[in-house]
């Protein structure tokens, strides 16, 4: 009986309303004297929650020389509490959608830890409808069933990534300057031209940390870095060097110019090693 009246309590039900309603249930016919007696509550008190109770139609009563109550069957009850739940649901999206919310702010929100972002790319992926555009170093064997579902769905993948792979499906063209794989290190993922998933490995932490959010400019960066990784691959495979190798004055003398100068000799040195 107690896990019953909290269980009405959850569906908004008072502590009195759901004691009288299971009493009820289990003596069904008493009067408002009855039921205040059995229930150690005094009749002005429950007097009004027990007409309220029969205007909601949880109580019935049967009138006569003293009006008895009986609880309305359960199942009924259960599917009169459904459908007016419901109807206030649909109406307060009504309403709610009708409120001007101000300022249209698209969060970020951040995530901590590997297999949490891992599980929200495969979430992100499984969602795409149009396009997918990615660049990581992550192993592609372990979303093959993401890229699968795509591939029924029409959903074409676009990957670029330093590490070599022998990866295939007919809906993922991937890009890659074929480098040894060493640790997975990033994924920048955009889903429909419409949210982004930015995440890399804290080496000195040792942890994953991510980010994502659906801001218009965010998706556009990521979007811009991958298709620009593409086409700079694409180039240096036509004309046998990188487009910095053919035109040294094209840099600015940034420190990140230095800082990738010496990353990418590392992985270049890591290639050569895999090909002797």
């Known amino acids: 009986m107690h ?22 249930l289990k003596n ?10 059995d229930l150690h509550l005094s009749r002005s008190s429950i ?17 006569g020389s003293k009006d008895l109550y009986f609880a309305e069957d359960p199942n009924t009850l259960l599917s009169k509490l459904s459908l007016s739940y419901q109807k206030n ?3 307060l999206k009504e309403v709610i959608s009708s409120i001007d919310s101000g300022v249209n702010r698209e969060p970020y929100l951040n995530i901590v830890g590997y297999f949490n972002i891992l599980g929200k790319i495969r979430t992100m992926l499984y969602g795409a409808e149009v396009e ?7 192993d592609l064997e372990q979303f093959d069933d993401c890229f699968s579902h795509l591939e029924r769905k029409g959903v074409d993948v676009y990957i ?5 792979t022998d990866y295939k499906r007919t809906n993922v063209h991937i890009f890659t300057h074929k ?29 994953w940390m991510g980010t994502i959010t659906k801001n218009d400019l965010m998706v556009r960066i990521i979007t811009e870095h991958i298709h620009h990784d593409i086409y700079l691959l694409k180039m240096k495979n ?39």
């Open 28 to 37: 069904p016919g008493l009067t408002v004297f009855q039921i205040s007696k």
């Open 89 to 91: 649901i649909d109406n």
């Open 179 to 207: 480098y040894k794989p060493t640790i997975q290190t990033r994924m920048m993922l955009v889903i429909d031209l419409s949210s982004v998933l930015v995440a890399n490995h804290l080496i000195d932490r040792d942890e």
């Open 160 to 164: 670029f990534s330093f590490r070599d």
């Open 132 to 138: 997918v555009y990615m660049n990581t170093d992550l």
């Open 47 to 63: 007097y009004s929650i027990i007409e309220s109770m029969y205007d909601q139609g949880i109580l019935l009563v049967e009138n």
């Open 238 to 276: 036509k004309m046998g060097q990188s487009i910095f190798e053919l035109n040294p004055d094209l840099g600015i003398t940034t420190k990140f110019e230095r800082l990738a100068a010496n990353w990418s000799e590392k992985l270049s040195n890591s290639a050569k090693e895999k090909k002797s």
């Open 3 to 24: 896990k019953a009246i909290e269980l009405l309590k959850n569906i908004h039900f008072s502590e009195t309303e759901a004691m009288i309603y299971i009493h009820l």
